[in-house]
C-alpha cells in the first residue's frame, strides 16, 4: 500500500485511523483495513488498482459529516477507506466564465472563500461547510440553505473528474454551460455516495457574488402560516430570496447547549429566518419592509426583527446552526431529512407529532429545516434517562413511522443527507421493480466487481449475490 501512496499517506495503527471511523455526529463508528490518503490523481488510480487487484472494498471519504454513515464502514469491516484529504488544492478560478475547478477533497469554505476573492459567489451553504468536502458534496449531491434560488449541488456542477472502479481516469471538465452531446456522465456521479467511482475533480458554476443581503428572523403562529408566507414571498421577493429556513420553537433550547447567550428575538409557536441577496444596489430593505409590513397586517406574521447589521444577521443564524450542532451534544436521537411537497408540509409536521405523542409518549420532536426546498428534518430526543440501547431501539420503530408517514403524503425518505448505510434498507424497500433493475444495472456495469463503497446505498446483501 506504502508503494501506491507512500508513507505518510497510509494508516494501519488504532491511533492512526481513529480519527476517519467515526462521524461527525459521534453516532456511527466503523471499522477498516487501512486508510489511505492519496495525495495526486494518480495515487488515487494506483489505490485504486490495488485493491482491485486484492479484492478490497473502498470507501471514499470526504469530510466525514454525511450523517448516514456513507463514509464508514460500520457492516463488513473488511474495506479499505480512501480519504480525499491530501488532494487539496483550488485548480482554476475563472471569473470571466463564472467557473472553479477545484480538487474534491477542498473543504467547502475553501472553494466559497476562492471564489470570494475573485468577487463571485459559490452559493452552495451549509453548517458543515468548514469541514465537509467538495467531492463529498458532490457525492451526496448536498442541498442546504440556498437551494430555493440556486439549487442542489447537481445544479452547481459542470463537470466532474472521477477515478473509476477499474482506476481508469473519466475527465468530464469543458466549462461548457451547454452541452447536449448525448448522456450527461457527471449525473450518474452526482448523488452516487462512492458507489460508482472516486471523484478527484469538481469543476463549479460560480455567481455574482452579493453586495446587499437583509436578513429577517420573524415569529408565526403555525408550519401552515408559515407555508403561506412563503408562498407570497416568494413572489413578493423578485426571484431576490436565498434563504427561508423554518424553526419549531422547540428546538431553540439545542442552539443555547452550544451558546447560552443565544436568545430568541421572536416568542412565538414558530420561527421563519428569511434572506433576501442582491449582487447590485436592489432596494432590497424597502422590498422586505413592505412585504413585511402586508403579512403583519394580515396577521400571517405576528413578529418581525430586521437584521440592523451584519453582525445581528449572523446572531440570527447562530440559531440555525446552533440547533444542529446541539442535538448532537445531546447524544443519540432519532435523525430524518425527509421532504414532501411544499404545500404538504404543515401536514408532515402535524402527522409526525401526533404519531410521536401517541406511540411514544416522552421523546421530543424537533421539526426545523428548509422549508422553501419541503425539506423538514423532524428529529426526536429520548426521553431523560432512556438507556441508550433501549433508545436506539425504539428510535428504529419512530423512523420506520417516520418514514411511513412521508411516504403516504408522497414524499422522500431523504432530501439531501443521501442514503449511506443507516437508510440502505428502507431506501431498496421503497423502490418499485424496474427502479430496482435500473439500479443494478448501472451499479454492474460500472463496478463489476462490487468494489466501490460496498453496503452504501444498496444493501450488502443486495450485491453480495
Ligand atoms: C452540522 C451539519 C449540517 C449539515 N447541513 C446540511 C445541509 O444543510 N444540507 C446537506 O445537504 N447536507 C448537510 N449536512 C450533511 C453533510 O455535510 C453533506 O452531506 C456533505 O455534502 C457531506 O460531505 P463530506 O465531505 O463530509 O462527505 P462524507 O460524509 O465524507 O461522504 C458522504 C458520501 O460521499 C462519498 N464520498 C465522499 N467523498 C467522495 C469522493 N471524493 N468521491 C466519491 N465519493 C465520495 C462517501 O463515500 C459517502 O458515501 C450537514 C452535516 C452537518 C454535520
Known amino acids: 500500500m506504502e508503494g501506491a501512496v507512500g508513507q505518510s499517506g497510509v494508516a494501519i495503527d488504532t491511533a492512526g485511523m481513529a480519527k476517519y471511523l467515526g462521524d461527525w455526529s459521534g453516532d456511527h463508528r466503523g471499522g477498516a483495513l487501512a486508510v489511505l490518503k492519496p495525495a495526486s490523481v494518480a495515487e488515487v488510480q494506483a489505490v485504486v488498482r490495488l485493491c482491485g487487484a486484492l479484492g478490497l472494498g473502498i470507501i471514499p471519504q470526504g469530510g466525514n459529516t454525511g450523517l448516514v454513515a456513507g463514509a464508514i464502514d460500520i457492516e463488513t469491516r473488511g474495506a479499505v477507506i480512501v480519504s480525499l484529504e491530501r488532494l487539496n488544492a483550488i485548480r ?20 466559497k472563500d476562492a471564489a470570494e476573492a475573485h468577487d463571485c459567489l459559490f452559493p452552495l451553504a451549509l453548517g458543515a461547510q468548514g469541514s465537509c468536502q467538495i467531492g463529498g458534496n458532490a457525492a451526496s449531491n448536498a442541498g442546504g440553505i440556498n437551494v430555493l434560488r440556486y439549487g442542489m449541488a447537481r445544479d452547481l456542477i459542470l463537470g466532474l473528474e472521477v477515478v473509476l472502479p477499474d482506476g481508469e481516469l473519466w475527465s468530464g471538465f469543458s466549462g461548457l454551460r451547454k452541452d447536449n452531446r448525448g448522456y450527461d456522465l457527471k449525473q450518474l456521479f452526482i448523488g452516487s455516495e462512492g458507489t460508482l467511482g472516486i471523484i478527484t475533480g469538481v469543476e463549479l458554476k460560480l455567481f455574482p457574488k452579493p453586495i446587499r443581503v437583509e436578513t429577517a428572523y420573524l415569529g408565526l403562529a403555525s408550519f401552515e402560516a408559515a407555508i403561506a408566507l412563503f408562498r407570497q414571498a416568494r413572489r413578493a421577493s423578485a426571484d431576490l430570496m436565498s434563504a427561508f429556513e423554518i424553526i419549531g420553537s422547540e428546538c431553540i433550547e439545542l442552539a443555547r447547549l452550544i451558546d447560552a447567550d443565544i436568545s430568541s428575538p421572536v416568542e412565538a409557536p414558530v420561527h421563519v429566518l428569511i434572506e433576501l441577496s442582491a449582487s447590485a444596489a436592489v432596494e432590497l430593505r424597502t422590498l422586505l419592509v413592505d412585504f413585511l409590513a402586508g403579512a403583519m397586517e394580515s ?58 405523542g401517541l406511540d411514544h409518549p416522552g421523546w421530543l420532536p424537533q421539526a426545523y429545516g428548509h422549508a422553501g426546498d419541503g425539506n423538514i428534518h423532524f428529529n426526536v430526543l429520548p426521553p431523560a434517562g432512556l438507556a441508550e440501547s433501549e433508545a436506539r431501539a425504539q428510535g428504529a420503530d419512530i423512523t420506520g413511522g417516520l418514514y411511513r408517514i412521508a411516504d403516504a403524503l408522497g414524499g422522500s425518505i431523504s432530501a439531501e443527507h443521501g442514503i449511506g448505510r443507516t437508510r440502505n434498507r428502507a431506501f431498496w424497500a421503497g423502490l418499485a421493480p424496474t427502479h430496482r433493475r435500473l439500479v443494478t444495472a448501472l451499479k454492474d456495469a460500472l463496478d463489476p466487481q462490487g468494489l466501490m463503497n460496498p453496503g452504501c446505498l444498496l444493501p450488502l446483501t443486495e450485491t453480495s449475490s
Open 92 to 111: 482554476l478560478v475563472d471569473a470571466d466564465n463564472f467557473v472553479l475547478q477545484a480538487d474534491a477533497g477542498c473543504i467547502l469554505q475553501t472553494v
Open 299 to 356: 396577521g400571517l406574521v405576528t413578529e418581525a426583527v430586521l437584521a440592523e447589521s451584519s453582525a445581528q444577521a449572523r446572531s440570527f443564524w447562530a440559531i440555525r446552526e446552533g440547533l444542529v450542532e446541539g442535538q448532537a451534544k445531546r447524544g443519540y436521537h432519532v435523525r430524518t431529512d425527509l421532504a414532501v411537497r411544499i404545500s404538504d408540509v404543515p401536514a408532515l409536521v402535524d402527522q409526525a407529532r401526533r404519531f410521536v
